[in-house]
């Protein structure tokens, strides 16, 4: 499956954004989905994933509480509210797809988007 994410941008701390990612080229609602960020000289990490029907939720324990991830099956969609960001939520954000469960195990996904880039000044 091919993914795009997008929304990405500077916002101060305090402040929202959403990130979005679409998705095309295979039935997207089979896909078990992820949201991943990686800061300058740090490994990529798990933020958030979703399961198949969106009846499922996975958090990092550093955005519990102000982070939520959805999916829209209708428009092969997966979304990232983010609110009350933080400076040391500053990273290029992916969305990634995984047909094999583990949602919060990078190895388990199998496609990636191209990041977007997420600024938060303090």
């Known amino acids: 499956v091919q993914l795009q994410a997008s929304g990405g941008g500077l916002v101060q701390a305090g402040g929202s954004l959403r990130l979005s990612c679409a998705a095309s080229?295979?039935?997207?609602?089979?896909?078990?989905m992820g949201w991943f960020r990686q800061a300058p000289g740090k490994e990529r990490e798990f933020v958030a994933g979703?399961?198949?029907?969106?009846?499922?939720?996975y958090y990092a324990d550093s955005v519990k509480g102000r982070f939520t991830i959805s999916r829209d099956n209708t428009k092969d969609m997966v979304y990232l509210q983010m609110n009350s960001l933080k400076p040391e939520d500053t990273a290029v954000y992916y969305c990634?797809?995984?047909?094999?469960?583990?949602?919060?195990?990078?190895?388990?996904?199998?496609?990636w988007g191209q990041g977007t880039l997420v600024t938060v000044s303090s």
């Open positions: 990634a797809a995984n047909l094999r469960g583990q949602l919060h195990d990078r190895k388990s996904y199998d496609d």
């Open positions: 080229g295979r039935t997207f609602s089979i896909f078990g």
């Open positions: 979703i399961n198949q029907w969106g009846s499922r939720t």
